[in-house]
């Protein structure tokens, strides 16, 4: 690889002869690690005319670094840094130049801060990974995604490739998703009752910027997904949690003065609760006498391997009330960042102008591959394909958590991707997470997802969507060993 000869310049201030200050500039490049072993530099006639002098003085300096074994030149090829090089020293961040702007007052940690928790990137390098969110590589369709790529990078769709929407979206995403996905869950919506977005969290981000104030009011579940209180957080809206049950959110202990309620009906997060029929239409009609908006997250519908699922919340839906976030992300990559808002025409063209604003819409290839993936039928192959997975790889970690005795919290009753476990209530997952990795074994400590003060730390979620099902036993036992010699210690504590 050549290095590239914007890379190079002369300080003003340098002291010495050009020849000395060309000298010292490449061997700093050397020693820094900027410039590795076996890269090619410029032409000497090229780095001259950049730098601005004559190509004999470049010439020397190049010919007296390479006489101290910092470059080494090939026939007819030029100059190259030498093998022999000296070696950088181990990397560490250069000295802070001077900042004495007071950060804390300019920022005011509006946005950092927040419960959500970083997630190992290399968590497939663990044995036991029953991490949520994440790609099984071997049941991921990779030859029919490609294909779909190629085919959205053709000069047929050369137009979807590289247009600037500005506030709108691929019309056959759209048409795709009104068409087939919608009706799934028993919801009717015109396209312009419909926006892609950058994945379901940036819906819900869209969804409290254009909804929420200093003034309202948001209710949301607790335990719920801690990006989105942390979303809320930011919106500096008041927040009012309400503790879920077996059956999900209950419109009885919802706040009269919550002027948007979230909720996730058919599938809790992260408790896996779903909520029957009834209670949803009983918290529609509360919602009516609140003059209260829903936002419902319909995330993992697709993954219903038990049983079918029940109509989404928006489907009965006949004021308009309630706002649908959905996801292609966790069904076929997280990384795609494609999800979708469902709502009322009004509220549509507002989130679509702030959406604009700020990113004006997702990439056009990203949605004319997922276009072609969805229509071809490789999305519905997948989904069934990764629920006959799950359902194998549920049923073994069920068998192994009853061996072993652990307490489940929660499991979803169409399906899902993970169960909600509680240990005793003396233990601190938080450290028991921290000891299984010394074992190869990952997991999710649970207390982000509570709320307030004096949060519970003995929960935490199991996902089984990551880890083949030959090593959830023997995972599943790590975890009970761990769990015991924690309650153990605790019991001698007390």
Known sequence: MAIPVETFFLAPEAEGTLQAQIQQ????????????????????????????????????????????????????????????????????????????????????????????????????????????????????????????????????????????????????????????????????????????????QNALWLTAQVLLTQRRTAAIENPCYHALRDILMQSRCHLMPVDVDRDGLPPEGLPDEADVIFTTPSHQAPTNATMPLARRKTLLARAAEMEALIVED???????????????????????????????????????????????????RECRALRASVLRHPPGHIQRTAAYFLSLGHYDSLVRRMGQVFARRRSVMESALAEHGLDVAGRGVFGGSSIWMQAPDHVDMGQVDSNLRQAGVLIEPGVPFFHGQNRPRNFYRLAYSSIPSERITLGIAHIARELALVSRQGAQGR
């Open 298 to 348: 319909d995330y993992e519908f697709e993954v219903s391997f038990l049983r079918a699922p029940l109509p989404a919340l928006k489907s009965l839906d006949t004021e308009g009330r309630v706002i649908y976030v959905g996801s292609f992300s966790k069904s076929i990559f997280p990384g795609l960042r494609l999800g979708y808002l469902v709502g009322s025409k009004s509220f549509i």
């Open 25 to 200: 500039m490449i061997a700093q490049g050397i020693l820094s690690g900027r410039f590795r072993k076996g890269e090619k530099l410029p032409s000497s006639r090229k780095l001259a005319a950049h730098l601005g002098v004559s190509r004999i003085t470049v010439t020397l300096a190049l010919t007296e670094l390479q006489a101290n074994d910092y470059l080494a030149s090939r026939d007819r090829s030029g100059y190259y840094v030498s093998e022999n090089a000296p070696e950088p020293p181990a990397f560490s961040a250069p000295a802070p130049r001077g900042d004495t702007i007071d950060w804390s007052r300019a920022l005011g940690r509006r946005f950092t801060g927040g419960d959500t928790p970083e997630k190992p990137q290399d968590w497939a390098r663990y044995p036991y990974p029953f991490i949520y969110g994440q790609t099984d590589p071997a049941l991921f369709d990779h030859a029919n995604w490609r294909h779909c790529a190629l085919q959205a990078l053709g000069q047929k769709d050369f137009q979807a490739l590289t247009a600037d929407y500005y506030d709108q979206d691929d019309p056959k995403l759209i048409e795709f998703i009104a068409r087939h996905t919608l009706p799934r869950r028993g919801i009717i919506a015109q396209p312009d009752e419909i926006l892609v977005t950058m994945g379901a």
